[in-house]
């Protein structure tokens, strides 16, 4: 689960399954002007997890998200559920590594040696 903006620049939450099949995208909804605090993205969560599965959520293994702290709230919230406590949340800093990849990308030889 992650938060962005489309090419519209329009912010969106975005689900991504994955089975014993494979990995999917289920889901990008229009946040609109919410605000994305843990409480929020907790409630918006659980809805879309009880319709992923079907009302049963101890299908629901574990959850990757960012680590940033509105997403390490979420997890504690989210863990105070007694149907969610079991869940495995998983810390992904993929964009830090976007950014990395991004920055060696765009890195200029001459700036960082500037006699060469």
């Keep these: 689960m992650d938060e962005s903006s ?6 969106t939450c975005n689900i ?3 089975t014993g099949l494979g990995s999917f ?3 990008s909804e229009d946040i609109g002007a919410r605000q994305v605090t843990s409480v929020n993205i907790v409630v918006w969560l659980q809805n879309h997890l009880q319709n992923l599965s079907n009302n049963n959520i101890s299908r629901i293994n574990s959850i990757a998200t ?3 702290a509105t997403m390490l709230k979420t997890w ?6 007694p149907d969610l406590k079991r869940i495995f949340c998983i810390p992904c800093d993929l964009h830090g590594t976007q ?7 765009t890195c200029n030889i001459f700036d960082m040696y500037p006699g060469v």
């Excluded at 504690?76 to 559920?81: A, Q, S």
């Excluded at 950014?99 to 990308?105: A, F, Q």
Aim: charged share 20%; hydrophobic share 50%; net charge negative.
């Design 76 to 81: 504690e919230i989210l863990h105070g559920f």
């Design 66 to 68: 960012d680590m940033c």
């Design 16 to 18: 991504s399954v994955h």
């Design 6 to 11: 489309n090419i519209n620049n329009v912010r």
């Design 25 to 27: 995208h289920w889901l």
């Design 99 to 105: 950014l990395i990849v991004k920055d060696i990308l």
